[in-house]
């Protein structure tokens, strides 16, 4: 069975720090591993993915992600947060083979701080 | 760009009502997917469909039902609303394979 874990409910960090949001996930199989963000009474917007090949994945607004595959993490980055990445952030991993749906990982609420 | 919409932002309902809850996505994608997301739970899937008239449960399927009559078009009916089906519901869309998913706005439905 698939699953992700995202360790952390909250994170807080000061307006131009680095931020990051932590991801861990559980396939049998080599995994698909995607991240989205979730403003205020809106829909997910997809921010990155990863499938193959470099480990390191450069997405929307500045953010990245590190594909871990001996600690089968896949941690989001951005060097320096900004106040409008306040947001909710989701992680989701599926298989590679078959069609198999998204499963997500509880969300992380990020607050920047001016 | 792709384009899922749903097809009431809020929704009040009452107890025991029959609910529809419509999605249309405008890229033909052979997949959708509706989810619910309730604060501390995350996104759970309800049900999902890979083609026409194709359905699938998924983690939490009990007190709802799909239709898939036209391949740009996913319907959620809740068959007798229950208070503990106040949500937000969310529509998505994939290509398939190694695709993303793209999501609707949400409906956030209450039930009285």
């Known amino acids: 069975a698939q699953s992700v874990a995202q360790p952390e409910d909250q994170v807080n960090v000061a307006e131009g720090n680095p931020l990051t949001v932590k991801c861990t996930y559980s396939?049998?199989?080599?995994?698909?591993l995607f991240w989205y963000v979730q403003y205020p009474n809106r829909g997910l917007q997809f921010l990155l993915k990863y499938i193959t090949g470099d480990n390191l994945v450069k997405g929307s607004y500045g953010f990245e992600a590190e594909f871990n595959k001996s600690q089968t993490s896949f941690h989001l980055k951005k060097p320096s947060a900004l106040v409008s990445d306040s947001a909710l952030y989701f992680c989701a991993v599926r298989v590679h083979s078959g069609n198999t749906p998204l499963v997500f990982g509880k969300g992380t609420r990020l607050s920047v701080i001016a | 760009d792709v384009k899922v919409t749903q097809s009431s932002r809020y929704l009040v309902k009452r107890t025991g009502e029959k609910v529809f809850l419509e999605c249309v996505q405008d890229m033909d994608h052979e997949n959708m997917f509706w989810y619910r997301q309730d604060p501390g739970l995350g996104l759970r899937l309800i049900y999902f469909s890979y083609d026409v008239k194709m359905k699938e449960k998924g983690d939490i399927p009990e007190g709802y039902s799909v239709s898939r009559e036209k391949k740009e078009r996913f319907s959620l009916i809740l068959e007798s609303a229950s208070t503990n089906q106040t949500s937000m519901y969310l529509c998505?869309?994939?290509?398939?394979?190694?695709?993303?998913?793209?999501f609707g706005p949400g409906t956030r439905l209450t039930v009285t």
């Open positions: 998505a869309s994939s290509l398939g394979g190694r695709g993303e998913q793209y």
């Open positions: 396939v049998s199989g080599n995994p698909y």
